[in-house]
């Protein structure tokens, strides 16, 4: 063997591994959620801290960028889709299939409403939001009830979905730039969702449907409640016990 050549390198300064890349990949894939979840005493913690970072940060944006487009995007639903994206980001109700499609149906619930009601009623007393009236009642009623049934029918539950048909009926969404601007927004969200979920938090978030043989390993991130009770469970079991 020459003089200058070793007999053997070491196998991190060999390859790819041994790049600054890669290494900077290493570093960075250490803080994600998936990684210290399993790593930490108090894991409830650092949810608790990713929930307020992401959810802060896709709020942050969608807010940045109405304001630079001066298009409406900002609605009342995006608040509890948010947290339920970031806080169960693995469960069912957190799939983009399931946000997307209730929201449309939030929109279509919303809309079919106010046009039954307007047939039996008349729309100032439906259009008012600022007083309650009997037509005001029956239209919300009637959409809470539509997109309720539409939601279950075609599995997509996501309760914030709810309240997007509930705005619709108040007559807080009056044009057709609202409602793009709702769609939109909802798109938006969902996208980043998929990217802070998948690049911060290291999950397997899904692309589209939901996946429960992956969500099956991933617990309160699934939306699978766990063995602790809160203080109102504990007391209304022992209230069902005691009257047994």
């Not at 109405?66 to 995006?78: G, M, T």
């Not at 108040?170 to 709702?182: D, E, K, Q, W």
């Amino acid at each position: 063997m020459k003089n200058g050549q070793h007999a053997s390198t070491s196998p991190e300064n060999m390859g790819p591994q041994g790049s600054l890349f890669f290494k900077i990949v290493k570093f960075f894939s250490r803080l994600q959620l998936r990684y210290l979840l399993p790593r930490i005493k108090h894991p409830d913690r650092i949810v608790r801290l990713f929930v307020f970072i992401e959810g802060s940060l896709a709020l942050g944006v969608i807010s940045a960028v109405a304001y630079f487009v001066q298009f409406p995007l900002l609605f009342p639903p995006l608040g509890p889709s948010a947290f339920i994206l970031f806080r169960m980001p693995m469960s069912a109700a957190a799939a983009p299939r399931t946000v997307l499609l209730a929201h449309m149906i939030g929109l279509t619930a919303g809309f079919m409403a106010l046009f039954a009601g307007s047939i039996f009623f008349s729309s100032g007393g439906i259009n008012n939001s600022e007083t309650v009236t009997i037509s005001s009642i029956v239209v919300l009623s009637l959409a809470m009830g539509l997109s309720s049934l539409a939601m279950i029918w075609m599995e997509c539950n996501h309760p914030p979905a709810a309240a997007t048909a509930l705005i619709v009926a108040m007559g807080n969404i009056t044009s057709p730039a609202h409602v793009f601007g709702l769609i939109v927004a909802v798109i938006l969200l969902i996208t980043l969702a998929c990217l802070f979920n998948r690049i911060l938090g290291g999950l397997p978030y899904s692309f589209w449907a939901h996946n429960p043989k992956v969500a099956a390993n991933y617990g309160t991130l699934a939306g699978t409640t766990n063995n602790k009770q809160g203080y109102w469970q504990q007391l209304s079991d022992r209230m069902f016990h005691s009257g047994l």
